[in-house]
């Protein structure tokens, strides 16, 4: 079975940093790509970050370009997603997903609704 454990998420001042991380078991990265996303409330869920850790392809949202950085550690089957310089409108709960078509669900700006796996999700609020 496909698994993945979103943690990392936390409290930070505007201008701060967290790094999420998110744990993959029941597959290996070659099989799959990874994806952040974010769902704000009242707003739609919407991706954040996508990794293909083989070909080592990146996608960023427009509004974390330059802020955050998606990174894989293959022997732990962990992919990270560091967040700098963080605003009040990057709170949200951020998920982890797999899909062998991420980057059509990161490109195409779709909620990822056709996504099977995903992680539980963690918390993530920028105070101002």
């Known amino acids: 079975d496909v698994q993945l454990q979103a943690s990392g998420g936390g409290l930070v001042q505007a201008g701060g940093s967290l790094r999420l991380s998110c744990a993959a078991s029941?597959?290996?990265?070659?099989?799959?790509?990874i994806g952040w996303f974010r769902q704000a409330p009242g707003k739609e869920r919407e991706g954040v970050s996508c990794i293909d850790s083989v070909g080592g392809s990146t996608f960023y949202a427009d509004s974390v370009k330059g802020r955050f950085t998606i990174s894989t550690d293959n022997a732990k089957n962990t992919v990270y997603l560091q967040m700098n310089r963080l605003k009040p409108e990057d709170t949200a709960v951020y998920y982890c997903?797999?899909?062998?078509?991420?980057?059509?669900?990161?490109?195409?700006?779709?909620?990822?609704?056709?996504?099977?796996?995903w992680g539980q999700g963690t918390q993530v609020t920028v105070s101002s």
């Open positions: 029941g597959f290996t990265f070659d099989e799959y790509a």
């Open positions: 997903a797999a899909d062998r078509d991420m980057f059509y669900h990161c490109y195409s700006g779709d909620t990822g609704t056709d996504i099977d796996s």
